[in-house]
């Protein structure tokens, strides 16, 4: 699903004109952008949460050269799902299995 499948989900189901609704969406995750930016964690109800986690550096490699590289600290975005998303996941997915 894309940013544009969610307007025309929004534009359909909630009956928000095109406009407002792509508008919604992209208001929507620049909200979430800023408050990762800032070092908040932001948490969807139903859904899950992100948090922004530091990285230490270590050494890697280079996969084509096999040259082992340093890779330097940084900081990455964990999502982690509620437990009434993964039980829907895992629902569905022994559903899907059965068949």
Do not use: Y
Not at 18 to 23: G, I, Q
Not at 24 to 32: G, Q, S
Not at 67 to 77: F, G, H, L, M, P
């Amino acid at each position: 699903m894309t940013k544009k499948d969610l307007a025309n989900f929004l534009h359909k189901r909630m009956g928000l004109n095109l406009k407002e609704s792509v508008k919604v969406v992209d208001k929507f995750f620049e909200i979430i952008v800023e408050s990762l930016a800032k070092g908040d964690d932001v948490k969807l109800p139903k859904f899950g949460s992100l948090k922004i986690q530091s990285r230490k550096p270590r050494l890697g490699r280079n996969p084509s050269t096999g040259e082992r590289i340093e890779i330097s600290k940084r900081k990455a975005i964990v999502f982690r799902p509620s437990k009434i998303l993964r039980a829907k996941l895992n629902n569905n997915s022994q559903s899907d299995q059965d068949e």
